[in-house]
């Protein structure tokens, strides 16, 4: 899913990777292999997978270009491009365990 959107593996083991796109990067961490009890604390949640109200947000150069090249993969936005008034044009995907993608450029 992350290679189609353009991310790229830097590290990836069993319990971690590391991927990145131009400057933006996400780590994925298993939790149950974390040893740092204060860190596992802020990471846990009771909702499960993808049901945060928090969003990624990515720039792209080109917010209805990059819809559309998404779409052409064969992946499937939760809504398409449109200006929103805090000044950004920017289009919502989310990944398979639920967590929500916002892909932005600046109005």
Do not use: M
């Amino acid at each position: 899913f992350y290679e189609k959107l353009g991310f790229q593996f830097k590290e990836k083991t069993a319990d971690f990777a590391k991927l990145y796109v131009n400057w933006f990067w996400i780590e994925f961490v298993d939790i149950r292999k974390l040893e740092e009890t204060v860190f596992k604390k802020q990471v846990s949640r009771d909702g499960g997978l993808g049901t945060s109200d928090d969003f990624l947000h990515v720039s792209v150069d080109d917010v209805n270009d990059f819809y559309q090249h998404i779409v052409t993969l064969g992946l499937t936005p939760a809504s398409e491009p449109q200006n929103f008034r805090w000044g950004r044009r920017e289009f919502i995907i989310c990944d398979p365990d639920g967590y929500k993608l916002a892909f932005f450029k600046k109005k």
